[in-house]
């Protein structure tokens, strides 16, 4: 079976994920928003499946990290504090020619069109990616707001009212999921870089003392959840120091993942040093220090930030599953068709058992099979159309197991389970099917 790696995999995978419902234009019949997209019913459980896995293994199964689920829009001060309203910018250039607007650091030389070529590019300047909006009936600057920018910044204007009701200590950790809005001059490459986007953050409170050392271990931990939660091979993914430092920074690395258009960013792993800290002290004149009893000694805790995008996430899941391969068929005059599958982990496929009647005259007894699995995993129930055309359109969603209930399935009280990527076929008891299965889908 081959991975597909052409330029055109890209392609390819949005059509599937628009012919299955896993990811399409937001407002399609009005022709779309650049850099918005809906998540249709295998999307967004895909998508939710991602995250409870990262909620696991950063909050419920750890003692040192808490959840926060704050609002999108909050005082505007926070992102003066910050520095998103001053800083948080990209340098822009237009084309005169063809109108179209692009970043000055995506481009190889930024005096000619990437698009019509024209050498008629106007002056660079600085264009602020905030979100802005308006509380309240006046819409004048008095009453505007923005839609946050990054899920972590309500988490350091929250510090000390979670840090008390948790009654935590330092070092500990406060992690949140939700929306986050920057007004990308170009997004691009499907989901990968829009412009409503889902945030994964944890931010980590220490001492500055001890912080490279946390820097390390959650750079590590981050690494591990990418290969052991998610199987990426280790090959597909690598470590980017960042040359240059935010010069409050004291060290950043990002997670990429091979996309088919090259290595991208999955996350980033930050130690921000005190910056946040002190600058939401300052802005809000509330002292956010932390007094640390055995240290003796207040100070504005140090925070070590893991920081990933779930769309970026699921996309990488969805590029390193696509698969093309020849199979055997029975058209009329052919052999082997095109067979495309999605070979994602069993863990987060939106379907991770189909359960299939030969023919209709059986779905009494599949249905009474595909009720006892749905309790425990994600199950569908699939009775029309021929069996082939049924085993490819679960392969295309990326379902790894089938169950086929057969006619002899009435005389020996077995059904053949197929596997998604191999496409071996076992014979399972009836009675042995929650183990064989339960040995293979980790729920
Ligand atoms: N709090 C730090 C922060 O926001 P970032 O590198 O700007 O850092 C973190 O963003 C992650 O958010 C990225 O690694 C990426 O996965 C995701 N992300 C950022 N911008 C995105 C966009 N326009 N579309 C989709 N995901 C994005």
Known sequence: MSKVTENDTMAKLVALCKRRGFIFQSSEVYGGINGFWDYGPYG??????????????MVEEREDVVGLDSTIICNPRVWRASGHLDQFSDLMTDCKSCKRR????????????????AREMTEPREFNLMMKTFVGPVFDDEHAAYLRAETCQPIFVDFDQVRITSRQKLPFGIAQIGKAFRNEINPRFFTFRSREFVQMEMEFFCHEDDAMQWYEYWRDQRWAFYRDQLGFDETQLRLHDHDALAHYAKAALDIEFEFPFGWGEMEGVHHRGTWDMRRHSEFADKDL???????????????????????????????????????????EGKEAALRVSLSLPACVAPVQVAVLPLVKKLSERADAIYQDLRGTYRAEFDEGGSIGKRYRRQDEIGTPFCVTFDFDSLDDQAVTVRDRDSMTQDRVALDQLCTYLGERIPV
Not at 44 to 57: F, G
Not at 105 to 114: A, F, G, L, Y
Not at 307 to 329: F, K
């Open 44 to 57: 967004v459980t895909l998508r939710r499946a991602v995250e409870k896995l990262w909620w696991d293994y």
């Open 102 to 117: 692009f970043r000055i650091d995506q481009m190889e030389d930024p005096t000619q069109c990437p698009e019509c070529g």
């Open 289 to 331: 220090r932390y007094f640390d009893q055995e240290r003796n000694e207040r100070y504005f805790p140090t925070v070590v930030e893991t920081s990933c995008g779930l769309d970026r996430i699921c996309l990488a899941l969805l590029c390193n599953g696509y698969r093309e391969d020849m199979a055997e068929t029975k058209k």
